[in-house]
C-alpha cells in the first residue's frame, strides 16, 4: 500500500532548512577517453541530483510515492541543493519513517503508555480518535483545557480523546507535574487533577502539586512516593518523544484520527473539526 505521508514528510525534511533553487544539470569538466579522444566526447558525470533521485527510488521502490515525488521535485533543484540533501539523507530519511510511525501511534486503539492505557475520555470504538498533546505549565494548554469538558458532556459517543504528556524542554516543574498527573491516573483520578492542574498552570511545585493532589482527592503518600521514585518519569519521555516524531512544536497539539489540526479553542470550532472528520470517514 502506497503511503504518501512517509514521500512528503521525507522531502519536507530533506529541505529542511535549504533554499530552494531551479535545477540545473550537474557535469565535472570532460576529460579525454584515452589517445585521439576529445573533450566533446567524453560523458558527463552523474548529478548530484540524479543520485538523489535513483536513491529514494531504490529505498522505496520505483513504483512508490516516494519515487514519483523524486520524479516531480528533483528536477526543480539544483545541484548543491542535491548535495546538501544527500549529506542528510539517513538522517532525514529515519526521521520521514519515525513520522509515520508516530501518527501509525496516533490512531492506535491501544493508545498505551509503558504502564497501560494512556488518559482518555470517550469510548475505544469511537470514529474520532483525538490525541491531545499538553504541558500543565503552558497557559496556552490552560487556556484550551475545557476541550476534556466538552467532549465529555456532548461527543463522549463520537470522540475519543487521549491525553499525551509533551513538558516544555528544560522546565524541571513541568516533567514533575507530567509525572504526577500520571500517578493521579494511575488511581484512577487523572481528568479531576487535570482540572485542578490548569487551573494553577504557573505553580507546579512540589508542595503545590501535594496540595493539588488533596484538593482532587487522591491517596497522597501514593503520589509522593510516585514522585520520590519518579515511577512514571519513563511515561512522561515516551509521550514526549512520541511528539517530536510528530513533529509537535508548538502546544497544545491536536491530531484528529493522525492529522495535525489547528487547536479548536471554542467550541463552534471544535464541531467543525468534529464534523470534518466524520465527513472524511465516509
Same mark, same amino acid.
Not at 465529555?152 to 459517543?157: E, G, V, W
Not at 501535594?210 to 520520590?228: F, S, V
Not at 521514585?229 to 512544536?249: I, P, Q
Given at each position: 500500500?502506497?503511503?504518501?505521508?512517509? !514521500?512528503?514528510?521525507? =522531502? +519536507?525534511?530533506?529541505?529542511? @532548512?535549504?533554499?530552494?533553487?531551479?535545477?540545473?544539470?550537474?557535469?565535472?569538466?570532460?576529460?579525454?577517453?584515452?589517445?585521439?579522444?576529445?573533450?566533446?566526447?567524453?560523458?558527463?558525470?552523474?548529478?548530484?541530483?540524479?543520485?538523489? &533521485?535513483?536513491?529514494?527510488?531504490?529505498?522505496? +521502490?520505483?513504483?512508490?510515492?516516494?519515487?514519483?515525488?523524486?520524479?516531480?521535485?528533483?528536477?526543480?533543484?539544483?545541484?548543491?541543493?542535491? /548535495?546538501?540533501?544527500?549529506?542528510?539523507?539517513?538522517?532525514?530519511?529515519?526521521?520521514?519513517?519515525?513520522?509515520?510511525?508516530?501518527? *501509525?501511534?496516533? $490512531?492506535?486503539?491501544?493508545?498505551?503508555? /509503558?504502564? %497501560? #492505557?494512556? #488518559?482518555?475520555? +470517550?469510548?475505544?470504538? !469511537?470514529?474520532?480518535?483525538?490525541?491531545?498533546?499538553?504541558?500543565?505549565?503552558?497557559?496556552?494548554?490552560?487556556? %484550551?483545557?475545557?476541550?476534556?469538558?466538552? $467532549?465529555?458532556?456532548?461527543?463522549?459517543?463520537?470522540?475519543?480523546?487521549?491525553?499525551?504528556?509533551? #513538558?516544555?524542554?528544560?522546565?524541571?516543574?513541568? &516533567?514533575?507535574?507530567?509525572?504526577?498527573?500520571?500517578?493521579? &491516573?494511575?488511581?484512577?483520578? =487523572?481528568?479531576?487533577?487535570?482540572?485542578?492542574? =490548569? @487551573?494553577?498552570?504557573?505553580?507546579?511545585?512540589? !508542595?503545590?502539586?501535594?496540595?493539588?493532589? *488533596?484538593?482532587?482527592?487522591?491517596?497522597?503518600?501514593?503520589?509522593? *512516593?510516585?514522585?520520590?521514585?519518579?515511577?512514571?518519569?519513563?511515561?512522561?519521555?515516551?509521550?514526549?518523544? /512520541?511528539? *517530536?516524531?510528530?513533529?509537535?512544536?508548538?502546544?497544545?497539539?491536536?491530531?484528529?484520527? +493522525?492529522?495535525?489540526? #489547528? =487547536?479548536?479553542? @471554542?467550541?463552534?470550532? /471544535?464541531?467543525?473539526?468534529?464534523?470534518?472528520?466524520?465527513? !472524511?470517514? &465516509?
Amino acid at each position: 500500500m502506497r503511503n504518501p505521508a512517509i !514521500a512528503k514528510v521525507l =522531502f +519536507g525534511l530533506l529541505s529542511l @532548512g535549504l533554499s530552494a533553487t531551479a535545477c540545473k544539470p550537474s557535469r565535472v569538466a570532460s576529460q579525454p577517453t584515452g589517445s585521439g579522444g576529445s573533450p566533446d566526447s567524453a560523458a558527463p558525470a552523474v548529478s548530484h541530483c540524479t543520485v538523489l &533521485h535513483d536513491q529514494l527510488c531504490a529505498q522505496f +521502490g520505483t513504483a512508490s510515492d516516494e519515487c514519483r515525488m523524486a520524479d516531480e521535485q528533483i528536477r526543480r533543484l539544483s545541484p548543491d541543493r542535491c /548535495l546538501a540533501m544527500l549529506s542528510r539523507y539517513d538522517e532525514m530519511a529515519q526521521a520521514a519513517v519515525g513520522f509515520v510511525e508516530g501518527r *501509525k501511534a496516533l $490512531i492506535s486503539p491501544e493508545q498505551n503508555t /509503558l504502564h %497501560g #492505557p494512556a #488518559p482518555s475520555i +470517550g469510548t475505544r470504538g !469511537a470514529p474520532i480518535t483525538m490525541v491531545l498533546f499538553a504541558d500543565f505549565d503552558s497557559p496556552e494548554c490552560s487556556r %484550551g483545557s475545557a476541550l476534556a469538558t466538552t $467532549i465529555r458532556n456532548l461527543y463522549s459517543d463520537k470522540v475519543r480523546l487521549v491525553f499525551r504528556q509533551f #513538558p516544555l524542554s528544560g522546565n524541571k516543574d513541568s &516533567h514533575v507535574a507530567a509525572e504526577a498527573s500520571l500517578a493521579a &491516573h494511575a488511581q484512577g483520578k =487523572f481528568w479531576r487533577y487535570y482540572d485542578v492542574m =490548569f @487551573g494553577n498552570e504557573h505553580m507546579h511545585s512540589r !508542595a503545590a502539586l501535594e496540595r493539588y493532589a *488533596k484538593e482532587a482527592g487522591l491517596d497522597l503518600p501514593a503520589l509522593k *512516593k510516585a514522585l520520590d521514585t519518579h515511577a512514571f518519569a519513563a511515561d512522561v519521555d515516551a509521550d514526549r518523544e /512520541l511528539g *517530536k516524531k510528530v513533529n509537535v512544536s508548538a502546544l497544545p497539539a491536536l491530531f484528529v484520527n +493522525g492529522k495535525h489540526v #489547528p =487547536f479548536p479553542y @471554542g467550541a463552534v470550532e /471544535l464541531s467543525e473539526v468534529i464534523e470534518k472528520a466524520l465527513a !472524511a470517514k &465516509h
